[in-house]
């Protein structure tokens, strides 16, 4: 556990938790809850986002209007976003206002008031949402390529729902949601900057103190996840190609949780990594090219995505699948290296930004149960070896089963048995084992 870090928990099973940072004069606090798209009934796609929108939307004591001047009247700024597993409600505010910004977001938690005629509105901005991300190839495949790994399961559908989903909520059923996940025990409030803790829990505990806590069987049990990988291609007449092809992945937990992320940065984290320098410098077939690793409680993605032109489409895939097999054929020390510099980086560059603080301790304690040292998280990546890497790589892409997402012009792309055939080692993998010695 970080030592700079305080924790308090309720009685009722909240927990409070700051890092107070020495010489700035702002802060960020907000409540992470427990709770996201995943944690929907399957009459409830879209309900956790909805609900995200519409905490904004008045409470018996301030208007819509009121909340965000309030806010905005002393400079600060106030959001929330809806995740697969957790929503979020956060505020940056100068340190003063720490006590206004606080109180704002314990309104909106615990007493809004669901007026119908906003949340008409807020229906109608979400279902233009829906429409904008149908338009937005770049992001719709991403919705596409998580429902096909994690096909007919709710953690695969998008996070925004559907049109008839969106329109047939009501107050009730939002109170209904709210009551089952918003529970003390599911929630963590967390902050960073300028701030104190012993300020804070007091008046925490001034406004969820009294509130029970949550039931043993309130909310609706997550399903486990199980991965089933497969293909989703959509034809359409569009200038350039999206394409999304990845594996199963690691969740939050597990032991090499912080490998696929090195392993992905070696991949495809910036225009040193394999993928940029091979595919975009040396043979110019796409425009854009990058790795990521999602997580989850239960399981993870390792991906790649890509942006090509029609023309480029036909020998991409064979070309990221060949620079997947080798990567499992051996990593260079400098490679690791270089990440290991980037993380750290990365990680070093979140200490000094409160609002990256605070979120970062909040998605510890939600899905660690503690909070790590950045001692720790260093010597987590200096165990890292390229021969630990590349068993990795080989264990997550040779032989496995893949999912793909295209939209566009995709007519050249490879099939998925070809890409399966490939990732076998049945055809090509010599060629690729020699390149991987040079």
């Known amino acids: 556990m970080s030592v700079d870090v305080e924790i308090t928990r309720l009685s009722n099973g909240l927990t409070i938790a700051t890092e107070h940072m ?28 909805l609900l995200e929108h519409m905490a904004f939307k008045g409470t018996s004591s301030r208007t819509a209007r009121q909340i965000a001047e309030q806010i905005e009247d002393v400079g600060g700024e106030l959001n929330a976003a809806t995740s697969v597993e957790t929503t979020s409600y956060y505020a940056r505010v100068l340190k003063e206002d720490v006590p206004l910004a606080l109180d704002i977001l314990t309104d909106i938690l615990v007493d809004s008031n669901f007026d119908e005629a906003e949340l008409e509105r807020e229906q109608q901005v979400i279902l233009q949402e829906i429409g904008a991300a149908e338009d937005t190839p770049d992001d719709i495949v991403f919705d596409h390529f998580q429902e096909t790994a994690f096909r007919g399961q709710i953690i695969g ?43 804070i829990v007091a008046r925490v505990s001034g406004a969820f103190g009294s509130m029970p806590p949550g039931s043993a ?11 089933t990988g497969g293909e989703f291609r959509q034809t359409r007449d569009l200038m350039d190609a999206q394409l999304v092809l990845g594996f199963e992945g690691k969740p939050y937990y597990a032991r090499d949780f912080y490998a696929s992320q090195v392993l992905s ?41 890509a942006a090509t032109g029609e023309e480029q489409l036909a020998e991409l895939a064979p070309v990221i699948v060949d620079e997947l097999m080798k990567a499992a054929q ?53 165990a890292i070896t390229p021969e630990r890497l590349s068993d990795l790589a080989e264990r997550t892409f040779v032989g496995r089963t893949p999912t793909l997402a295209a939209i566009g012009p995709i007519a050249p792309l490879a099939s998925l048995e070809d890409i399966g055939t490939q990732l076998s080692g049945r055809t090509g993998l010599e060629g690729v084992r020699s390149a991987a010695h040079h």
């Open 22 to 49: 020495p010489n700035l004069e702002s802060a960020a606090l907000g409540i992470w809850v427990k709770a996201g798209a995943r944690d929907e009934a399957e009459n409830e796609h879209g309900i956790a986002h």
């Open 157 to 199: 559908r998008p996070i925004l729902g559907t049109r008839k989903t969106v329109k047939s909520f009501t107050p009730k059923r939002l109170r209904a949601y709210l009551s089952r996940h918003y529970t003390p025990d599911r929630m963590i409030i967390s902050a960073a900057g300028a701030v104190s803790h012993a300020d």
């Open 217 to 227: 069987v309130a909310g609706i049990p997550r399903a486990t996840a199980a991965y």
């Open 265 to 305: 940065l070696i991949l495809g984290g910036g225009m040193s990594s394999r993928l940029f320098q091979e595919i975009r410098e040396t043979r110019g077939l796409c425009y854009a090219i990058y790795a990521f690793h999602w997580s989850f409680s239960d399981s993870g993605i390792f991906g790649v995505h």
């Open 330 to 382: 051996g990593i260079r020390p400098e490679e690791v290296t270089r990440a290991r510099a980037q993380m750290r980086a990365s990680l070093m560059m979140s200490q000094e930004s409160p609002a990256s603080r605070a979120g970062q301790i909040a998605r510890q304690l939600l899905f660690n149960g503690a909070t790590i040292s950045n001692a720790e998280l260093l010597d987590r990546l200096s």
